[in-house]
């Protein structure tokens, strides 16, 4: 099957596959979609359109791990019929961060794009298949991404991400890969070919245990792994000014960006904290304190 093939496939799931915000040529010119789809259909055959329509892609942001936000999704998605398929720890870098939002970092400003490279690649975190069962006419992907809410679906108060309470815009704690198609190029990117026939196949996991055990495991040793944050705004920005690590004149720009809902540039950005020298354990009070005056979207 060629990659417009695949493309077909996909996009009779959805309308709003093929023309997917206007990623239609892209999209058929992708090489994840390309050599992943090819995994997929070799390993699963004639269930290939099965495993498409009723995968959801799920992965937790750095926030969700150090906000222990990992069982309150696990609760919600369980009690909206998906099942733990598979999962993951993995670790992007500055170029598989940008591949994933690779068609929406040009609708968002420079200072964003410099923040979350620091936010994406702070830590390990985990990524996770569910599976729906047939019942459902909409594909998994898609029903997931509506469920966990966000700016395309304005006003809704029973979403995931308000159910998670998260403390602003940006630090909204979970990616929800949009459509089937975005699966299949996701998987492409976040493993290579030695590690993606499990995570596709799933049920199982490495150690024998169920995948919904395993799952626990991985989300246990990343707590464990990384220490619980409060992402306060002033709580990061104090323990920051108490360590010496931004000037106090520093500090209060940001007060003042925050409390008049400005957005702080990129050289301010860059000026207020030395953040290629920050300790380890100030990384996170960085993050968390930038992240409440980066712009989400150019205006």
Known sequence: MQVNETMATLGAFSGSVQMADGHNDPYCNDLYIYECSKEIENRLGDQTQHWYKNTALMMFKPDAIVGRRGQQILSFCKEHGFEVKSSAIVELNRHSMRE???????????????????????????????????????PASERLNALKGGPRYPGQTDSLRSTLNPPNVLLNFVH??????????????????????????????????????????????LEAMYPAHDLSFENSLSRLERAGLIEHHKAENLRQLKNHQLNISLAEM?????????????????IASLSYVIAPQIE
Request: aromatic share 14%; net charge negative.
């Open 100 to 138: 994933i939002w690779r068609f929406d970092w040009q609708t968002f400003p420079i200072e964003r794009l410099s923040f979350s490279t620091l936010w994406y690649t702070v830590s390990k975190t985990v990524v996770i298949l569910f599976e729906q069962n047939d019942t459902y006419f909409q």
């Open 176 to 221: 929800v890969a949009d459509h089937p198609i975005d699966v299949v190029r996701e998987i492409g990117i976040l493993f290579d070919e030695f590690s993606r026939g499990k995570f596709i196949e799933g049920k199982w996991g490495i150690s024998g245990q169920s995948a919904a055990v395993e799952l626990d495991e991985h989300i246990n040793a």
């Open 270 to 286: 860059h000026a207020a904290v030395d953040m290629a020298n920050v300790p380890a354990q100030h990384t996170w009070d960085v």
